[in-house]
């Protein structure tokens, strides 16, 4: 899961209403759900990570530190629920990028060398988003049932980035075909998923990590180069990160 930075707050007190902050948001995430990675042109949601709807956290609803993006389908599976910060990995103030691995069938597991309480917080994130299932139901905003498989867009995107690892093998000093690579990979969305079929190829790696936005401010990655920093180093100070 990419581990992102929102930064500091680009306004002086709270964003009332709380959807004001989508623009920088998307300045700073991109078009991307911060949980399942898609790219989503529309729908894409003000996230409140403890939620709005709770008395206990209501006071967080017009919060920048509370705030991600995410899709219908992680937003409405997240819901209600109450979230613990401390029982649960989250990609603002954790490095999740070392948290999981993503297969060619469409699966995300927690990485089998995590263990103990690190390995239930990353589990507990995957639980809380319904990112351990493959089918999701969901209701639109019309009262329909719709069934959204969010595997089927990781398998979809494993293949077409297992497709460009082929052809830049085929003929790896064409920095054009690298460059339109890391645009496609932009447009498409899944950030790790690319990461995962270009292991290996560092110069890819790179360029994957500076195209998707707030991905290098997270500072999980060295300052110039692919190398992972372990643990988050949770440059905002945010309660209970830099876990991983």
């Given at each position: 899961m990419r581990p992102v930075r929102r930064g500091t707050s680009p306004q002086v007190g709270p964003f009332d209403p709380y959807q004001n902050a989508k623009e920088p948001l998307l300045g700073r995430l991109g078009l991307y759900c911060s949980y399942c990675e898609r790219r989503i042109q529309t729908n894409l949601a003000v996230e409140h990570i403890q939620p709005k709807g709770l008395p206990v956290t209501?006071?967080?609803?017009?919060?920048?530190?509370?705030?991600?993006?995410?899709?219908?389908?992680?937003?409405?599976?997240?819901?209600?629920?109450?979230?613990?910060?401390?029982?649960?990995?989250?990609?603002?103030?954790?490095?999740?990028?070392?948290?999981?691995?993503?297969?060619?069938?469409?699966?995300?597991?927690?990485?089998?060398?995590?263990?103990?309480?690190?390995?239930?917080?990353?589990?507990?994130?995957?639980?809380?988003?319904?990112?351990?299932?493959?089918?999701?139901?969901?209701?639109?905003?019309?009262?329909?049932?719709?069934?959204?498989?969010?595997?089927?867009?990781?398998?979809?995107?494993?293949?077409?980035?297992?497709?460009?690892?082929?052809?830049?093998?085929?003929?790896p000093e064409n920095d054009a075909l690298r460059r339109s690579t890391a645009r496609m990979a932009f447009a498409d969305g899944l950030f790790s998923v690319w990461m995962t079929a270009f292991e290996g190829d560092a110069d890819m790696q790179e360029r994957l990590i500076e195209i998707f936005p707030g991905t290098r401010d997270s500072g999980c990655f060295g300052d110039i180069g692919s190398e992972t920093v372990s643990p988050h180093p949770n440059p905002d100070a945010l309660p209970c990160g830099g876990r991983i």
């Open positions: 209501a006071h967080l609803d017009t919060e920048w530190t509370n705030f991600l993006l995410a899709c219908v389908n992680c937003n409405s599976t997240k819901g209600h629920k109450p979230v613990v910060l401390d029982d649960v990995l989250l990609p603002d103030r954790d490095n999740t990028y070392l948290a999981y691995e993503y297969t060619i069938d469409g699966k995300i597991r927690v990485r089998d060398h995590l263990e103990g309480e690190i390995r239930d917080q990353a589990q507990s994130l995957l639980t809380l988003t319904g990112l351990d299932k493959n089918l999701y139901n969901v209701v639109d905003d019309n009262g329909r049932q719709i069934v959204v498989d969010r595997a089927s867009k990781r398998i979809e995107s494993m293949s077409m980035a297992l497709e460009q690892v082929e052809e830049i093998r085929a003929d």
